[in-house]
């Protein structure tokens, strides 16, 4: 199993460019998380989706939005970058509801906006 | 507004010391979990901590969660260099219990 994969795993855009970042896990879990990581700061939740078909805010929403496309597939697209996005963004799954609560996390996108 | 408070921000051991980094909430936690993310990595999973005082080791590491279940310790006792890396507490939080809230995290160095 490859556990969850992200592409791409490095990114650099101009100001106001658009790109989907992608994010599948083959780990059939329901719970799927869009992170980022800056200096000082630990991992923000973005967005989430609890299960198939829903979405919810994180604590930092604004200038991104996400789709979950199948059971499998949970993508963070940015319409217009801005250098404030410029960041580390993990994805992460899990198998809420279900036993344990832990989180696998994929290898990151190391994102950079100029 | 960051909800779980991690300190310190940063230590640097000689090999063979303790380090400790703690965890505070300021509200009651469904459950707490401990990752830990070597550098240039990813976050991974260490343990998760359920009950009210609960006290779990993994080795040289121990766990403990609080009485009040608002915060939580990472003990490491005799450092070695594979312990490098930071290390997040995390607290479940949300209607659902399905959201993490991270601390900021503690940076480990040891020096060997």
């Known amino acids: 199993n490859a556990g969850v994969t992200q592409t791409p795993k490095f990114q650099v855009l101009k100001t106001g460019q658009s790109m989907t970042l992608q994010c599948a896990q083959d780990?059939?879990?329901?719970?799927m998380y869009w992170y980022r990581q800056d200096p000082g700061m630990g991992l923000r939740l973005i967005y989430y989706s609890a299960s198939e078909g829903t979405t919810d805010k994180g604590e930092v929403p604004n200038g991104y939005n996400v789709s979950r496309l199948n059971k499998r597939e949970f993508s963070l697209r940015l319409e217009s970058a801005a250098p404030s996005q410029t960041s580390v963004y993990f994805c992460?799954?899990?198998?809420?509801?279900?036993?344990?609560?832990?989180?696998?996390f994929g290898p990151g996108t190391r994102l950079t906006v100029t | 507004g960051q909800q779980v408070m991690q300190i310190p921000q940063y230590q640097h051991v000689q090999e063979g010391e303790d380090f400790t980094t703690y965890c505070n909430s300021s509200?009651?936690?469904?459950?707490i979990q401990w990752y830990k993310q070597r550098p240039g990595g990813h976050p991974v999973f260490l343990i998760q901590?359920?009950?009210?005082?609960e006290v779990k080791k993994q080795k040289r590491l121990t766990f403990q969660f609080g009485e009040a279940k608002k915060n939580s310790s990472l003990h490491i006792t005799a450092t070695q260099t594979t312990d490098v890396g930071t290390y997040f507490c995390?607290?479940?939080?949300?209607?659902?219990?399905?959201?993490?809230?991270f601390g900021a995290g503690t940076i480990l160095r040891v020096k060997s």
């Open positions: 992460a799954s899990s198998d809420f509801p279900g036993l344990s609560y832990e989180q696998y």
């Open positions: 509200t009651t936690l469904s459950n």
């Open positions: 780990m059939n879990h329901n719970s």
């Open positions: 901590l359920v009950k009210s005082g």
């Open positions: 995390a607290g479940l939080l949300g209607e659902y219990g399905n959201k993490l809230v």
